[in-house]
């Protein structure tokens, strides 16, 4: 099974938080997203933790901030 990608770069909120719902709804257990976001979503990360998806966050070198997300 291939991790789709969400750029949510450049977005105004809350379309960022938008988008990562309507991908994670599409996902199948056990499928994989990656959000791609220009700051830290902690509404998202407390939506995640509550609703038990398993994640990483990694802010890269070039300052993109990565979600890896997993469908439980």
Do not use: K, N, W
């Not at 719902?21 to 979503?41: C, H, Q």
């Amino acid at each position: 099974m291939s991790t789709v990608i969400v750029d949510a770069r450049g977005l105004e909120p809350p379309e960022p938080f938008e988008r990562a719902m309507e991908a994670l709804a599409d996902l199948p257990p056990g499928g994989e997203m990656t959000l791609l976001l220009d700051r830290m979503p902690y509404p998202l990360l407390r939506m995640l933790d509550r609703d038990g998806y398993p994640h990483q966050d990694l802010v890269r070198d070039d300052g993109v901030v990565e979600i890896r997300i997993t469908r439980p």
